[in-house]
């Protein structure tokens, strides 16, 4: 069915706060799920709110953080998060980070102990609707082979990028460094479909066409993508003094302990360089390019990166956003959670 994004935004607010985030930050994290679900990105949207409130009413996300600010340098700064909203904590501080680019040209802002904070780009375009570039890496559970081994180490551990243009398009990248995303065997799971074989693998390490039989998902272009995410690991971790790789906390299970995950955002302001009137333009005209470029055989035309989002925006705007019907009648109902992310569900990854 499709929901206004206002009703959509309200409904999962509304849900959060009875679950029993605190208002602000239960209207934050809703910005964030709408943000994404109105690209289409519904990976990252209201599908997860009964997760979210499940966590957060069995005491697994701390619902009045004590948020600090600590600036560690001219250009640097940790956010701490204290257990509290991911998507509110990296936020705020991609806000301080902004705040530090505009005046010294970069800024470096590490995000600590927090919960999940979904699609990251969001926290991209904010930099990106201030004349800026954003680039953001964040942790996540552990779920994902190393190349070559058999058991997991590094989560999915998402990297995003976004560049301002001259008409408030944005040349972006919001990517996870797996081939496809723990959701999609899930999907197969309830369908009774086989996968490709280049998803994941069973418990030998070995791939696997059956979803479950899935024990680990493969890394983006095996040792590259093994590799970015263990640059994620590095920059959103290890740097902040946080459990790194396998140690990271898993989110379906301990709902009762607040997450300490990590995030590192990295803001460039284009007027140190070459001057943002040319940098947008120079982004517009790259833009332009690729949507000029001849398609190859079975595509209508070339996208510029992000573009595909931009596409679902601009339906969604006129027809409402697509929402799965089971969803907005959980999100409708008095129910806070049915216990469904209990780890002992075999489809409770
Ligand atoms: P995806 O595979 O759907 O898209 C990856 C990238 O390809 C995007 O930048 C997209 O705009 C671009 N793209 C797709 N089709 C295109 C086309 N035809 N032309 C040009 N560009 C195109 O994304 P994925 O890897 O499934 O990630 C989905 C979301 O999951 C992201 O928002 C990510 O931040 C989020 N995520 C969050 C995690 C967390 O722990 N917070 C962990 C992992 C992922």
Known sequence: ????????????????HKAGLNEEHASTAADVLVFADERGIHSHG??????????????????????KFEKTGPATGVFHGDGGNGHTAAKLAM???????????VAIVGVRDISHSGAISYFTNQAAESNLIGFSVCQSDPMVVPFGGAEPYYGTNPIAFAAPSTDN???TLDMATTVQAWGKIL???SKNQTIPDTWAVDGNGEPTTDPYKVNALLPISGPKGYGLAMMVDVLSGVLLGLPFGNKVSSMYENLSEYRKLGQLHIVINPEFFMGITGFQKDI????DDLNGIKPAPGFDKVLYPGQNNDVVIADYKENGIEIVDDIYDYLKSDVIHNNQYDHKNPFAE
């Open 169 to 171: 398009r944005k040349m």
């Open 46 to 67: 209201a599908m997860r709110v009964e997760y979210y409130a499940e966590r957060i009413a069995k005491g697994g996300m701390n619902t009045n953080p004590d948020f």
């Open 284 to 287: 517009s005209q790259s833009m």
């Open 95 to 105: 806000d301080e980070a902004i705040k530090m680019a505009k005046e010294s040209g």
């Open 187 to 189: 999907h197969a799971r």
């Open 1 to 16: 069915m499709r929901v206004s994004k206002e009703d959509l935004k309200s409904l999962i607010k509304n849900k959060l």
